[in-house]
């Protein structure tokens, strides 16, 4: 039995690097930003608490689009995103949640730290 190869023959299909490189420019552009608001704005211009804020909607707005388009999440069914982001969603608050309560639990002992830590000064005193 004889075997027959097929070869095409014609051009090769040039690559699409204008999807790259719009993607190296949108990156380029948020990090930028985070570098000026970060590095560049004084604090008098705009305070440390906004500053932070739009620093990490940047980033976060950064991974996204980083998720999007090199792990290709953007070209996807919208039924797969969300059984993707609304679970990760769930464990930020998560994470969020601990902290938040972490703070108050170390808030709601520290009267009881004072209170030992003047008992062991009193009992020093008396000896």
Known sequence: MAHTQHIQTGEIAKPNTAAIWRTFYILLAITAAEFIIALAIPDSVISHGPKVFLYIIMT????????????????????????????????????????????????????????????????????
């Open 60 to 127: 976060l707005a950064k991974a996204a689009y980083i998720v999007a388009e090199f792990m290709h999440l953007g070209h996807e069914v919208r039924f797969l995103i969300y059984a993707i982001i609304l679970p990760m969603m769930f464990i930020a608050w998560l994470l969020l949640a601990m902290f938040w309560e972490s703070a108050s639990v170390y808030k709601s002992n520290e009267p009881n730290k004072k209170n030992k830590t003047s008992m062991v000064i009193y009992i020093n005193q008396q000896v």
